[in-house]
């Protein structure tokens, strides 16, 4: 009994040192700091699939309404990849629940998915369709990018991951749109690719990368993560697990990166944001936000 208690002991004093040695270099540790020239040093507002509750998610239209309240607005938009390599701002993998199609996306061409009309399912807070006599189109990326030559974007990258990623990175690359841009995913594996391919890129961080950082915070381990990413869009919590924290916060502040709450609809759950001193949120309702922010 002697001997169990002994080896019990000794598995103890060893884990200790071990987790110690870890605690004190995680609080001890100096990051190289990075230039970001999309950051800004205001609270920023930005327009999640350019403001989905208010127009068609994802569309010129909801990215133009979005940016005429509010020229600084940053446009955050889903893409995907068609049959014959055309990125599209589109978010589901099949067509189904916001358009008149039917289908999986990759499996049609951009011409095809050209002749859809991205409003045909909308509805606003009244249950209406403002657009149902109008014929919106999913856009190509490049048209996007064309369209707002001076607005920031959160691109976000869908299925296909490493395909999609080299042709998001050659239109960003194309249009001289890097300083404005943030690509992010919510598998890492594409985040890592664009990030050994070019150093220029700046990268929101993946699903995965925000749930390892809420495990490190739990074990007092945070400042182990070498934390890659330039910005950490975040929610208040994944399913039942948080992830929003104080110690979040203040790591990603202390390293001088941003970080911005989706999805935050609400003046009260604005408010209380603003209170935790994040750097902006991203919302459905963007027209809404603004007006609310003004009063």
């Not at 020229?71 to 993998?93: A, C, G, R, W, Y």
């Not at 008149?100 to 061409?109: E, M, N, Y």
């Not at 149902?132 to 691109?155: G, T």
């Not at 399913?239 to 999805?263: G, Q």
Request: no cysteine; proline share 4%; hydrophobic share 40%.
């Amino acid at each position: 009994m002697i001997k169990i208690l002994k080896v019990v002991f000794f598995v103890f004093l060893i884990s200790f040192m071990v987790w110690a040695s870890l605690h004190y270099k995680a609080q001890n540790r100096t990051y190289a700091i990075r230039e970001v020239p999309f950051f800004r040093d205001h609270f920023e507002i930005i327009a999640y699939r350019g403001g989905g509750l208010e127009a068609p998610e994802n569309t010129l239209s909801a990215f133009e309404k979005a940016v005429n309240v509010n020229p600084d607005v940053i446009l955050h938009l889903n893409t995907q990849i068609s049959v014959d390599k055309k990125v599209v701002v589109f978010f589901d993998e099949n067509l189904a629940r916001t358009t008149d199609g039917s289908g999986l996306v990759w499996k049609k061409t951009g011409s095809e998915l050209k002749q859809l009309n991205a409003a045909a399912k909308f509805k606003d807070d009244t249950g209406k369709n403002p657009y149902h006599d109008s014929k919106v189109e999913i856009p190509f990326l490049e048209e996007v990018i064309k369209r707002f030559p001076k607005q920031r974007f959160i691109i976000e990258l869908g299925q296909r991951y490493k395909e999609l990623a080299i042709l998001v990175y050659n239109i960003v690359n194309d249009n001289n749109a890097f300083p404005r841009t943030i690509i992010t995913a919510e598998n890492n594996q594409p985040l890592k690719y664009l990030r050994q391919l070019d150093p220029r890129v700046f990268l929101g961080a993946s699903q995965d990368e925000v749930l390892r950082l809420t495990i490190l915070i739990s074990l007092g381990w945070i400042g182990l993560d070498p934390m890659r990413a330039d910005a950490y869009f975040v929610p208040k919590k994944y399913d039942s697990v948080p992830v929003l924290s104080a110690e979040l916060i203040n790591e990603i502040h202390k390293r001088e990166k941003k970080i911005y709450v989706r999805i935050v609809n609400e003046k009260s759950d604005l408010d209380n944001l603003r209170l935790d001193h994040i750097d902006g949120i991203a919302t459905d309702k963007p027209r809404a936000i603004f007006e609310q922010i003004k009063n």
